[in-house]
């Protein structure tokens, strides 16, 4: 009787890993080459490259991040021993990690440069914002790269 729900827990983690994966690779990505790039841009250019960027990511990354928290929260219930379950609960909080720094950090932030942008004023400030911006997608890419580790980690533990 357990044989299924091992396959379940499985493709389970599979999921999860990709999730992570993907969190992890596009966050690191934006952190290692499209922030360097925006904190040199002029105010106007930054603010328009800025908000060009952001359809490229959402929806896909907060639904990427939707799985990852469901099947992360799976699998910190179904996985084969308390180790395992323990270190997936670990890299579901990375998960979670990423969640919270997008939505009451980065999020709120994208729209008030998209309020600046309508409005058609940059105000003097926005050296500040920019700054703050780029260290809370920092927070959130060591958040999406723990999540994976931990995730292949508790792979290893359930499997290996």
Do not use: Y
Not at 128 to 137: D, K, T
């Amino acid at each position: 009787m357990s044989e299924p729900v091992d396959a379940l827990t499985a493709a389970l983690a599979v999921v999860f890993v990709l999730c992570t994966g993907v969190l992890a690779g596009a966050l690191v990505a934006v952190e290692r080459a499209v922030v360097p790039m925006l904190l040199r841009l002029p105010r106007q250019t930054w603010s328009q490259v800025h908000r060009l960027l952001d359809p490229g990511f959402d929806p896909l990354m907060p639904t990427v991040n939707k799985v990852a928290l469901g099947t992360g929260l799976a699998l910190v219930v179904l996985a084969p021993g308390a180790a395992a379950r323990a270190v997936f609960g670990a890299a579901l909080a990375g998960v979670a990690g990423v969640a919270l720094v997008s939505e009451l950090r980065n999020v709120r932030m994208n729209r008030r440069i998209d309020a600046w942008a309508d409005a058609g004023e940059i105000p003097d400030a926005w050296h500040g914002l920019r700054a703050r911006w780029a260290r809370a997608n920092a927070w959130r890419t060591a958040s999406a790269v723990f999540a994976f580790c931990a995730a292949l980690g508790a792979c290893w533990i359930a499997w290996g």
